[in-house]
Structure formats: structure tokens, C-alpha cells
């Protein structure tokens, strides 16, 4: 079978605001149902649009940075933006317009899905081998997950859509929220069905096994959703674990400055990435937090590295994941938390290397075997094997140039808790994954009512007034106007 190549350009203009892709509740025309999905060509090139929503969404470029790292003790906002600023402070109101692009982002990428699963059955065209049939259809069972996955995390149970909408009746649109258990046990269900239609790899090409669901990117997410959701299932996280270390895909963790250097990607330890080539094909995010040196502005920048996580490198005495994730540069621009006046030298978010103007190739990992080692550390902690976790914290600690664990990191389960969570922090820091993180261990109101942050403009102290509430996001008003049928999170 000839290679299946995923490539989707992108059209990326100089301006750092993208057109915004809000959720269509348009019934399929008419020509759409009588004719686009009749041919293996057709169906292919709905999978491939699916498979876009990674390169045109805000969400998966730029906006998951900001909701999980700025919203977090990793990253202050930076820039001038007063929606960013209110992630960063902990007052994101429903009108924010980065809350309802994300969530329309993420629908409407589950809508591409959809008609992928709902259409590949009626294809009948010789040209779609069985084989290829079966593939198509765990990939879109897999991408239905990963953006299902995204939204329960971010703001709890949702609307469970799952089939296109062929209609526009309200009691057809208009879904009430599901549980969170019932969101996490489908996001399950598409998962361990992917993983049994989906190959290890697809052949040679890392290009291709990189850019597409395989049964390891199944697995990994699986495993992650086990970890995630709010009665852990440690044993079945560990088993998913397991079936991503099998693989023939044969993922294994690299150099640490390679993974972010912009030339190595398609690695050994990549399970999944977004395929930005620059260009045409390129990723806009990196230009907005590069410094003036590499990005060629004079501007502010977003997403400016936090005293807290700079000092949490320095504790550890870890060079090397600080300097593959921070990098330090004069500015003439004054930084409230770095210095109250221009000359100053402020940290700037450095894991993408390459600006390009607006049209870089760097990319976030959308999965990689690093989170998954320790995750498995922490499964392990979980269900008593304290040992074995410390040996999975130490492949991470060593390829970065760490000792092993001391008696004192490992000493009891809690104490390996927040030895993980720091490896995991050290480790992940701009790759959207510490918001979680602080959630699924139950520290994330403590943690930022904790954080000590000077605003150098009045010599105070910043208040998060974290709570419990804030935990989730508030679903956009946008979405409550139009559907009576969901109700608000708590505020």
C-alpha cells in the first residue's frame, strides 16, 4: 500500500491572531451527503482535514501553552493582552474569548471526526483495502479521544457529540452536559478500539509514523486519561504503559537538547507531533515568545518564564533542561517581575528555537515517551512500588545529566509524589502539561494561593485567590446563550 502521507498547509499571515474556527451546528448539504464520501480518495481527504485541526486551532498552537503553563506557577503572561493577562491571574470570566475558541476549536475538530466514523462504512470503492479501511477508522477514533480529552480536563463533563449533525431541530443540538466519568469511560471506549485497528508504524518513514495515530499514541493517551481522571486507575495505566513500551515502534528517550533544537524531530521518543514544515506550513506560536535576538521584534513578548520555575531548575542544579527551555536576553521593555526598568535582562520561553517570521517548523510534541516514563513512575508510586518509580525517575534525571534520586527524594510515597510532580515540571516546563499536572495531584489551590510573586511596579505581592472553582474553566457564555441546556461551572 502506498505510504499515506499527512501534510496540510496552512495559510499563516503576519499577524499573531488567527481566524477563529467556531463550532458549525449546520446540518451536511445536500451535494455533502449524496457525494463527498463515496471514494477511498474522498474519505482520505476527510481524514486529512481532520487531522488539520492540529495546525489551523488556536487551541493546539498556542492557546493549551497558555491555559496550562501561564495559568500555572511555570510562566507569567508577558505581552499586552488583558485576556492572557487574566489566565495568568487566576480571572478568567466566560466572555474570554481564548475560552470560547478553544472549546469551538475542539468541537469542531470532534466534528471532523465524527463524519470520518460515521461515512467509512459506506465507502465502497476497490481502491480502500480493508486494511487501510480499519487504519482509517482508529485514527479518527483516536482524534475523537485526544480533543475529547483536552475538553474534560479543561472543564469538566460536556456535551458528549457522537455522530455528525445532519440536523438543526434544538433537542438534536442543544446536549446537555455529560459526567465527567461518562466523558473519560468514551474517551476509553475510542481508545482501546483505536489501538486494536490502528499499526505500530506504517512503515520506514518517521515523517508519517510521527504525524498519524498509531497504537502507541493509543496506548500512550489512554494511559494518560487513566491518570487524569478522578478515580485514577493506576493498574490499567501501568498495562497501557506497558503496551507502549512493546511496541514495535520501539519509542525510546534521546538526548534532551535534541527534542528541542528544531532538527531532530520525528525522533526515537516522539509518539505523535504536529507535522509544521514552515513555510506555508508553518507555525506562528514560537514568534510570539522568542526574543528580540531570534524573532527580529521589538515588541513584548508572551509567556515569559516564571522566578519560580528558573528557581526550580536552579535548585536541582539542572543546566541541561534549563537551557533547552530558557534563555536569557536584555530587553527595552519593562518586565514587571524581571525589572521595573528597560535594559533589563528577563528569561524568555525557549523550547521552539525558531521564529521564521510567523512560519516556523518548530512544534509542540503532542505526545512523547518522556511524559509517558514518568507517568509510569508515578503509577508505580501509586500502587506501592516506590523503587521501581525511582528508577523510572532516574532514566529522566540521568539523560539530563542528574544523579539518581537520594534516599531523602524517595523517602515515602508522598515525599516520591513531589519528587515526581518536580521531575515532571523540570521536565515538561512550555509543553502544556503542568495545569494537569498540579490538578491530578491534588495541589493546584495550594500551589498558587502558595506562589510568591512581586509585582515590582508596587512592591506587593500578587493574590491568585486560587480555589477549587478555578480549577475548571467557565464554559464560554457564548455556548450557554445558544444551548439552555448547560449549565455553568462554578466561578
Not at 505523535?272 to 514560537?286: M, R, S, T
Not at 510534541?365 to 528508577?391: P, S
Amino acid at each position: 500500500m502506498k505510504i499515506y502521507k499527512i501534510i496540510v498547509a496552512i495559510a499563516v499571515t503576519c499577524t499573531c491572531i488567527s481566524c477563529e474556527d467556531y463550532l458549525d451546528l449546520s446540518p451536511i448539504s445536500e451535494e455533502t451527503s449524496a457525494n463527498a464520501y463515496n471514494s477511498a480518495s474522498q474519505i482520505e481527504a476527510a481524514l486529512t482535514g481532520t487531522y488539520e485541526s492540529f495546525q489551523s486551532s488556536d487551541y493546539y498552537i498556542w492557546d493549551n501553552v497558555l491555559f496550562q503553563d501561564v495559568r500555572s506557577d511555570n510562566y507569567y503572561a508577558g505581552g499586552d493582552n488583558p485576556e492572557i493577562f487574566s489566565i495568568d491571574y487566576l480571572t478568567i470570566s466566560p466572555t474570554n474569548s481564548k475560552v470560547y475558541g478553544s472549546w469551538s476549536n475542539l468541537y469542531n475538530a470532534i466534528a471532523k471526526a465524527n463524519t470520518v466514523i460515521d461515512r467509512i462504512d459506506a465507502v465502497e470503492d476497490v481502491n480502500l483495502t480493508q486494511e487501510r479501511r480499519d487504519q482509517i477508522t482508529g485514527e479518527a477514533y483516536f482524534l475523537r479521544a485526544y480533543h475529547y480529552y483536552n475538553l474534560v480536563k479543561t472543564w469538566g463533563g460536556v456535551p458528549l457529540v457522537l455522530e455528525a449533525v445532519t440536523s438543526v431541530n434544538p433537542e438534536d443540538v442543544n446536549l446537555p452536559r455529560a459526567s465527567v466519568e461518562e466523558v473519560y469511560e468514551q474517551i476509553l471506549s475510542d481508545l482501546e478500539l483505536a489501538a486494536t485497528l490502528l499499526p505500530d508504524t506504517y512503515g520506514n518513514e518517521a515523517s508519517v509514523n510521527k504525524a498519524r495515530a498509531t497504537a502507541g499514541a493509543a496506548n500512550a493517551l489512554a494511559a494518560k486519561a487513566c491518570m487524569q481522571k478522578p478515580n485514577p486507575s493506576y493498574e490499567q495505566a501501568l498495562a497501557f504503559i506497558s503496551e507502549v513500551e512493546k511496541s514495535s515502534a520501539n519509542y525510546i528517550l534521546i538526548d534532551y537538547n535534541y527534542l528541542f533544537d528544531g532538527n531532530h524531530y520525528n525522533n526515537s521518543e516522539s509518539i505523535l507531533e504536529v507535522q509544521f514544515l514552515g513555510g506555508d506550513e508553518g507555525n506562528w506560536g514560537p514568534q510570539m515568545l522568542l526574543p528580540p535576538s531570534i524573532s527580529g521584534d521589538t515588541w513584548r513578548k508572551f509567556v515569559t518564564p516564571s522566578h519560580d520555575l528558573v528557581n526550580a531548575f536552579d535548585a536541582e542544579g539542572d543546566v541541561v533542561r534549563k537551557n533547552a527551555t530558557v534563555l536569557f536576553e536584555s530587553v527595552q521593555w519593562i518586565d514587571e517581575y524581571w525589572g521595573n526598568e528597560i535594559g533589563t535582562t528577563i528569561p524568555f520561553g525557549y523550547k521552539w528555537k525558531s521564529a521564521s517570521g510567523w512560519a516556523s517548523s518548530n512544534r509542540q510534541y503532542l505526545l512523547r515517551y518522556g511524559d509517558i516514563v514518568l507517568l509510569k513512575a508515578e503509577a508505580l508510586n501509586e500502587t506501592g512500588q516506590l523503587e521501581l518509580a525511582a528508577v523510572e525517575v532516574n532514566r529522566i534525571r540521568n539523560r539530563a545529566l542528574l544523579p539518581d534520586l537520594t534516599s531523602a527524594q524517595k523517602a515515602n510515597k508522598e515525599v516520591m509524589k513531589a519528587t515526581i510532580l518536580n521531575e515532571r515540571r523540570l521536565e515538561l516546563a512550555q509543553e502544556a502539561q503542568r495545569w494537569d499536572d498540579l490538578v491530578r495531584n491534588n495541589v493546584a489551590v495550594s500551589t498558587m494561593n502558595n506562589l510568591v510573586t512581586i509585582d515590582l511596579r508596587t512592591g506587593s505581592a500578587v493574590n491568585y485567590n486560587m480555589t477549587a472553582a478555578k480549577i475548571l474553566l467557565p464554559i464560554p457564555q457564548q455556548e450557554l446563550d445558544r444551548n439552555p441546556a448547560l449549565v455553568q461551572n462554578p466561578l
